[in-house]
């Protein structure tokens, strides 16, 4: 084991609305350590995002962190004021958002944008921040780096401006970096680009990665653990092989199975998850999934499951693994080795 950079413990949050209490995340404990890529999946509203929001203390009113611990290096960061966090955010916890347009200001150069949290974090001088700056956008793979380094956002592509963001989230070289779908509004070569992007940051600059996607084929590629998530509840974790080739919750193996295959000579329609996610104003008692479940029994829908160990790592909350429960055995499609690994 590695060393532990991020443990999240028991975590709940809520966001007040006047139709009442929103219960996003209700019970999330996971970890990651020094250099180490988990991937947190789910479709939308699943909780993802309010998770990545809640590490970085940056949920906005009506939401708050009802309890739980958020360590990070050993710290509880749960009960840090704003400014404490204004020091640690940017510095050692740095985050890459899902649209680079809205994130980057369009009346600030690039290059200054980089430049801020350098000369705030690490005490540089403009002209030592802006010889960092322009390695930092040749270190994401941006042309002609002296020059671009003063454009403004709008003269840089799509694919550059969230390399332009990814640059700013790496300048002061963050502990952890938090990538909320980094690549969602791409084209699919920018978009293998990226990816291989975090990947290789990873290895150089041994940066540890959450990356927060709706597409499991993104973090199969990333991540050695997966986080799956519904219904503000983690349904399964385990090693990317755990998931991929031995997933054990039925929303996991409907995740699976709707992902396109490139390795299949016939044509195949795409299995999609019927129904709809639960309403978080009034979570189930239940498991969250148990009225989209094909394989749900009574106590599904009255009794929520506690986590079953499947191996070291690995566990899922669903009850088909009690002991007493029925055998299922579900075909996903994808098997170890060969054409289909």
Excluded at 206 to 218: K, Q, R, S
Aim: net charge negative; charged share 20%; hydrophobic share 40%.
């Amino acid at each position: 084991m590695g060393e532990r950079i991020l443990d999240v413990q028991n975590l709940y949050t809520s966001f007040y609305t006047h139709l009442g209490e929103v219960q996003a995340i209700r019970g999330v404990s996971f970890h990651l350590d020094k250099g180490e890529a988990l991937g947190i999946v789910g479709e939308s509203g699943s909780g993802k995002s309010v998770t990545s929001m809640s590490v970085m203390k940056l949920l906005q009113h009506p939401g708050k962190i009802k309890s739980g611990k958020i360590m990070f290096k050993g710290e509880d960061i749960v009960p840090k004021s704003s400014k404490e966090m204004m020091s640690i955010r940017g510095d050692q916890i740095a985050m890459i958002f899902q649209d680079p347009m809205t994130s980057l200001n369009p009346v600030y150069t690039v290059g200054n944008q980089i430049m801020e949290a350098m000369i705030k974090h690490q005490g540089l001088s403009k002209s030592e921040a802006r010889k960092k700056a322009v390695e930092m956008l040749k270190l994401v793979g941006i042309p002609s780096p002296e020059d671009r380094v003063d454009n403004y956002p709008h003269e840089f592509s799509g694919g550059m401006r969230q390399r332009a963001m990814i640059a700013i989230a790496l300048s002061c070289q963050p502990d952890l970096l938090i990538a909320d779908e980094p690549t969602t509004a791409l084209d699919v070569t920018i978009q293998a680009q990226i990816l291989e992007l975090l990947k290789e940051l990873k290895d150089k600059v041994n940066t540890a990665i959450i990356l927060i996607t709706h597409d499991l084929g993104v973090v199969a590629d990333v991540c050695s653990r997966i986080v799956v998530m519904y219904g503000g509840l983690i349904m399964e974790q385990g090693s990317a092989e755990d998931i991929f080739y031995e997933p054990k919750h039925p929303y996991t193996m409907g995740l699976i199975k709707s992902i396109p295959r490139l390795d299949l000579n016939e044509r195949q329609r795409l299995v999609p998850i019927p129904g709809t996610p639960p309403d978080l104003l009034n979570p189930p008692v239940g498991c969250p999934f148990a009225s989209r479940c094909p394989y749900a029994m009574q106590i599904c829908a009255n009794e929520a499951p506690k986590y079953y160990d499947i191996n070291p790592g690995h566990h899922a909350a669903c009850w088909l693994l009690d002991p007493e429960a029925p055998k299922v055995e579900v075909d996903t499609g994808v098997k170890r080795g060969g054409a289909d690994a």
